[in-house]
């Protein structure tokens, strides 16, 4: 147990220093390439007024997997699937980061085929949401196949989507991610799940180093390459560890984790569709905006959000060792 501990230790760390090391150079780069997201006037979810690089997702990639990889040294169909929906997300979000820098909107439905794709590889391999225990009999239900994809599409996709939504604002999206990721990291070695919570610890190194560049006023975003990306992988740690055996109340553990990006963004794509719009039509109806828009600074807004975050995610701790 000792030398489990001092592994997530040092998958922290490393995690920590090779995203800490890469993002200075990948900004120097997306200066040269003139890959930086612009101010605009008149827009309100565009808070910065100087161009700020695009380039965070391509270090917060390769500091995951490298360290992942590094201490599990597992080159399995599971381990494939997640580095192959990580590349297709990274080069979706990669390709719609390119037209923002141009200004101009990327389609929305391409991007829907690339997420649903990436679910697709997850569920293939074996990482699916199958069932859940009977509270009254102690049994374990496994769900049919065609509920367990369901399922396990909807919860990856929506995840991926509500923390790209959720990234509207310097150090928001990276500190619910890592809040979010601690939480499923004591989940997980409650449950005795080292592979999770291997995942969970490499995702808190990554993101908190990210923070360091991206906390107001930020030097660099990770754009919707890196928070697609987040989403995928918080997504699939909860699908990895925290559903897995789960009993009917359990279920709500992850969801709790998650639960300042998901019901906030539950409510903006319920009024979009309300008014008749895309749940992809960028606006400023997140509850960051609106409470920016209520008199509150942007510290004093990610404080309030992450105290939010911090508590539910204390909510589903709770409520796991009430399960034990």
Known sequence: MVVRKISYILAFSASFLIVYSLIPPLRKLAFHLDFVDKPQENVERKLHREPIPLTASYALFIGFFL?????TREFTWETGA?????????TIGTVDDWFKTKGKDFPAFPKF?????????????????????NPLSGEYVSLPFILQFILTILWIFGVTTVINFSDGMDGLAGGLVAISAVTLFIVALTKGQSNSAMM???LVGITTAYLRFNKPPAKVFMGDAGASFLGFILAVIALDGAFKQATVLSLFIPILALGVPIFDNLFV????YVQGKSIYQADASQIHYRLLRAGLNPKQVLAFLFLASACLSLSSIILLLIQI
Do not use: C, E, P
């Open 82 to 90: 997640l580095f192959g929906g990580g590349v297709l997300l990274l």
């Open 113 to 133: 085929i690339v997420q649903v794709s990436a679910a697709i590889l997850v569920f293939a391999s074996g990482i699916t949401f199958n069932g859940f225990v």
């Open 200 to 202: 969970a610890i490499v």
């Open 269 to 272: 794509i319920a009024k979009r």
């Open 67 to 71: 360290v992942y990889l590094l201490f």
